[in-house]
């Protein structure tokens, strides 16, 4: 029998070891490799290959463009765009797939994904808003960032509820006004809120009626409605007739309309550097609508050429500076142009402050 060394025989026996098929001799104990390491592969632990790298990113643009595109949700020309709604309190979590906006499970990919992502989105996006006063919501949701206006949405509705928003209380569009300033292919729209709810003519019938009919349940047979402020559906009218006289409720939103869509290029440069604030005040059925522009008090003294000018003739450059007396407004529309000014001094270590707010009305005559 040939000798053999120790290390042979060790690596005779891990062969046998080694080899699955081969059987082990009852009574032979097999040494086996330990494992050294501390923590299990991440690969091991979760069955998947971990890599930190996004391969989308090492497309070329022209190819994330296109994936971009499917992503992208298919709005198509909808009549009344989806209604955006705040959450109030925790709600179930829904898996990617059964969402309506299937456009964030991408978003979550990576940060650099959302980064080339939500600009396309924003600028394709198509929501309604049930009314103005959640025009701040929607600018500190979408856009905290005073560079985010220039993805301003494809297109924004307001609902308008000829009963309610027909009041003689100012109304904030300021974020309408700057949307348009910061991207021009954005459009915006009133639409009535009947129509947007689902409501047919059918179903339609004016708050003085519903007052009318109350009354006359509860036995009050001497309250009159005058015919004059009925505005119900006509009868002969057809639903095309119907929807037409819904919109001729809120005709008076085509001025806010008019005012928003001015592109002076002064206008617009002042609205981009915050320079005003503007409100919208409706009157009561067909009074005129009055626009309250505010102006911050070092662009009020840039209005006036000349210290000795009035505040008039300031206000007056101003509306001619920014074009609005060239877009022939409906008579009866006012422009309140309104100079702020503080002066502040100090007496026996107070400090006195002097504010003073003086209001320029301009109305068209003709």
């Known amino acids: ?24 001799a009852p009574g032979r104990r097999v040494k086996r490799a330990k494992n050294t390491s501390k923590t299990e592969p991440e690969s091991t632990k979760t069955g998947w290959l971990t890599d930190d790298r996004c391969r989308l990113l090492e497309l070329p643009p022209e190819l994330r463009n296109l994936i971009y595109g499917f992503a992208l949700e298919q709005f198509g020309s909808p009549k009344h765009a989806p209604r955006l709604r705040r959450c109030a309190g925790i709600i179930q979590v829904k898996p990617w797939a059964d969402r309506r906006w299937q456009a964030f499970g991408l978003t979550r990919t990576c940060k650099m994904l959302r980064v080339e992502f939500r600009p396309l ?3 394709n996006l198509q929501i309604s808003l049930d009314s103005l006063k959640h025009l701040d919501n929607l600018m500190k949701d979408f856009f905290p960032d005073e560079g985010d206006l220039q993805h301003a949405p494809k297109l924004v509705q307001i609902l308008w509820d000829h009963c309610m928003d027909d009041t003689d209380v100012r109304k904030d569009i300021t974020p309408l006004v700057r949307m348009r300033a910061s991207a021009s ?48 559906f ?18 008076s939103t085509k001025i806010v309309d008019k005012f928003i869509s001015n592109g002076n290029a002064k206008w617009l440069d002042d609205v981009r550097c915050e320079k005003v604030s503007i409100q919208c005040i409706f009157g009561k059925s067909a009074d005129p609508i009055k626009f309250r522009i505010k102006c911050k008090e070092r ?38 142009i309104a100079f702020e000014a503080e002066t502040k001094t100090m007496a026996s270590y107070h400090e006195l402050v002097n504010s003073e707010v003086r209001e320029i009305r301009i109305t068209v005559t003709k």
Request: proline share 5%; net charge negative.
């Open 185 to 232: 292919s954005t459009r915006h729209e009133f639409v009535p809120v009947k129509l947007a709810d689902g409501e047919s003519y059918f179903d339609d019938v004016c708050w003085y009626c519903v007052e009318q009919m109350d009354a006359e349940e509860r036995g009050h047979d001497d309250w009159e409605n005058s015919h004059e402020e009925c505005f119900c």
């Open 1 to 24: 029998m040939a000798p053999t060394t120790r290390s042979a025989t060790r690596r005779g026996i891990e062969a046998v070891a080694d080899d699955d098929d081969m059987p082990i």
């Open 121 to 123: 989105w924003l600028r």
């Open 299 to 336: 662009f009020a003294q840039s209005g006036t050429q000349n210290p000795d000018e009035d505040h008039t003739k300031g206000a007056w450059n101003l509306i001619q500076a920014w074009g609005f007396t060239e877009m022939h407004f409906p008579k009866g529309t006012t422009f309140v």
């Open 234 to 251: 006509l009868e002969g009218m057809d639903p095309d007739d119907w929807e037409g006289y819904q919109y001729e409720l809120i005709k």
